[in-house]
């Protein structure tokens, strides 16, 4: 039962999924660098924050040849609930003519869930904004949406290998207790065989048995004729001796 509801679930997802692809919605909003607000663009994403980190990460590697370096703020006691990610001079995104420095903030919303905020600007002063800087703003709102419906794409595709493990992980169950029911079916075949010929043997015994306390029965009275005839036999003689 668990087996099939699993396999449903793994149909179920194959068929949302053009629709999952657009759930994601993409904002302007605020972050936090250097204790200062910074104007962003966020996203809030299924997975950890350790998950969307490595994905970001490989994403923008593919995407757009940018590397991110990650910063986790253990100093504050909120190792994995926060990652600060930052690639300096960064070039190929189509932001600007000039390198900009790009950086993303991972907060956790929840166990399975990451906002996303990403901001940047000319060096660590002049950071991107809508009404200052609109071209490089709305850039950075087009690397989001991008990455919006590849990370909801990702989240389905771990989804289903995670039901695919669960199925697998149900099927190995099932065949370790096929294997002991038909280990059990065997034993108790054989036991069962047996059994029937210990109680074959032993109605065997119990005739051999029966006939033997028969002849037993018979062997003592001819025993006593044999002894009352080898007495007669011995006075006879005796007799005899003493003429």
Request: glycine share 6%; no cysteine; net charge positive.
């Amino acid at each position: 039962m668990l087996k099939s509801r699993l396999t449903l679930l793994i149909s179920l997802l194959l068929l949302a999924a053009p629709a999952w692809a657009q759930l994601y919605t993409v904002t302007n909003g605020t972050t936090t660098r250097d204790r200062r607000d910074r104007d962003a663009v966020l996203v809030q994403v299924d997975g950890s924050v350790e998950t969307t980190r490595d994905y970001w990460q490989e994403y923008m590697k593919d995407t757009y040849s940018i590397r991110f370096k990650s910063k986790t703020l253990a100093a504050l006691g909120i190792k994995g609930k926060k990652d600060e990610l930052s690639a300096p001079e960064a070039t190929g995104a189509g932001i600007s003519s000039k390198p900009t420095n790009l950086y993303v903030n991972l907060s956790a919303i929840n166990d399975s869930t990451t906002e996303v905020a990403l901001f940047g600007g000319f060096g660590d002063k002049a950071y991107f904004e809508p009404g200052g800087t609109p071209s490089e703003f709305a850039s950075l709102r087009k690397i989001m949406e991008k990455f919006a419906v590849a990370a909801r794409a990702n989240a389905y595709q771990v989804q289903v290998k995670e039901a695919e493990r669960e199925v697998a992980a149900v099927e190995k169950e099932q065949d370790k207790l096929t294997k002991s029911i038909q280990s059990a079916q065997s034993n108790t075949a054989s036991n069962l065989k047996r059994i029937d010929e210990m109680q074959s043997k032993n109605r065997s015994n119990a005739l051999q048995m029966h006939q033997d306390s028969v002849q037993m029965t018979s062997n003592a009275r001819q025993l006593e004729l044999n002894k009352a005839r080898l007495q007669r036999r011995r006075e006879r003689a005796g007799a005899m001796g003493k003429k």
